[in-house]
Nanobody, 123 residues
Framework: QAQLVESGGGLVQAGGSLKLSCAAS????????MGWFRQAPGKEREVVST???????YYADSVKGRFTISRDNDKNTLYLQMNGLKPEDTAVYYC?????????????????WGQGTQVTVSS
């Protein structure tokens, strides 16, 4: 059974940085497309960034230039480096896996999800 476990969330002031990690097990991580999504209170879950098995990345316009997604296939771990954080980045951040070659920006196309980690940015 695939399992994704996020860590690294917390409370940070605006302009600060956090690095999220997602440890994967029970799936062929290196062959999977991965994504980070987030959900703020009262809002729908939205894509933040994705990375496919070839390392090709996608970023939502709202985070482009501030966030960096990466993966370490030897450690079966996905990362999200978040710099220049803004109060509007406050949300629960989820890691998702899709055992396909290519990533997707649609949450319903991912098969496995982590439990989420809270990121709170104070102004």
């Amino acid at each position: 059974q695939a399992q994704l476990v996020e860590s690294g969330g917390g409370l940070v002031q605006a302009g600060g940085s956090l690095k999220l990690s997602c440890a994967a097990s029970g799936l062929t991580f290196g062959s999977s497309a991965m994504g980070w999504f987030r959900q703020a209170p009262g809002k729908e879950r939205e894509v933040v960034s994705t990375i496919n098995r070839f390392g090709t990345t996608y970023y939502a316009d709202s985070v482009k230039g501030r966030f960096t997604i990466s993966r370490d296939n030897d450690k079966n771990t996905l990362y999200l480096q978040m710099n220049g954080l803004k109060p509007e980045d406050t949300a629960v951040y989820y890691c998702a896996a899709r055992p396909q070659r290519f990533a997707s920006v649609q949450a319903n196309e991912y098969d496995y999800w982590g439990q989420g980690t809270q990121v709170t940015v104070s102004s």
